[in-house]
């Protein structure tokens, strides 16, 4: 069965030190992998996807993450936190292969971004 | 592009009422997909929709049901509310249901149940 676990719930990095965000998790075939964040009374905005393609994927506001297959993981990360980045973030494994080739999306929890000044 | 719109954006209701929340996908958009989300329980899937049939569903009581209409509108339909039924409910669409499809959210509707 396909699981998502973030390895954080709260993370609290100071503006302008780098950012981890950390992502596991298991799929029995081949997964795409999602990075969405979600700001206060905002909705969910895509940060980044992984489609079997570069294993290193560059999204958007200078956030980025590696699909490493070894270790199940797809961690995001950025050189330096800025304040307007404190925010949810949630991984999400997208699984094929169900009836009719329809997506099975399962979300983590979510790791929430706190950037102190 | 106009993204995707819920309506209403608030909504309070008692126990054992029932309520019709509202999501406008992105224009050429045929998928909607639509989650409850709760800070205990994280995002949980409901449903999503396709070309007016239903695709997927989670593992949520019948009182949730969904409909899909010609122009990809669709609607959630809660009945006999219950407290714990108080949630974010975010609407999705995307322009198909595969797995590597990206899905764009709309801001939600908070719904209280008193």
Not at chain 1, 51 to 66: C, R
Not at chain 2, 4 to 24: A, E, F, M, W
Request: hydrophobic letters at 30%.
């Amino acid at each position: 069965a396909q699981s998502v676990t973030q390895l954080d719930s709260h993370v609290s990095v100071s503006e302008g030190t780098p950012v981890l965000l950390r992502c596991n998790y298991s799929s029995s075939y081949s997964p795409s992998l999602f990075w969405y964040v979600q700001h206060p009374n905002k909705g969910l905005q895509l940060l980044l996807k992984y489609t079997s393609a570069a294993t290193l994927v560059k999204g958007i506001n200078g956030f980025e993450a590696e699909f490493k297959k070894s270790e199940t993981s797809f961690h995001l990360t950025k050189p330096s936190a800025h304040m307007s980045d404190a925010a949810e973030y949630f991984c999400v494994v997208s699984d094929p292969a169900y009836a009719g080739n329809n997506r099975k999306l399962i979300w983590g929890l979510g790791t929430s971004l706190a950037v102190n000044p | 592009k106009a993204g995707v719109t819920q309506t209403p954006r608030y909504l309070i209701k008692t126990r054992g009422q029932q309520v019709t929340l509202s999501c406008s996908p992105i224009s050429g958009h045929r998928s909607v997909s639509w989650y409850q989300q709760t800070p205990g329980q994280g995002l949980q899937f409901l449903f999503e929709y396709f070309s007016e049939t239903q695709r997927n569903k989670g593992n949520f009581p019948g009182r949730f049901s969904g409909r899909q209409f010609s122009n990809s509108r669709s609607e959630m339909n809660v009945s006999t509310l219950e407290l714990g039924d108080s949630a974010l409910y975010l609407c999705a669409s995307s322009l198909r249901t595969d797995s590597t499809d990206t899905q764009y959210f709309g801001p939600g509707t908070r719904l209280t149940v008193l």
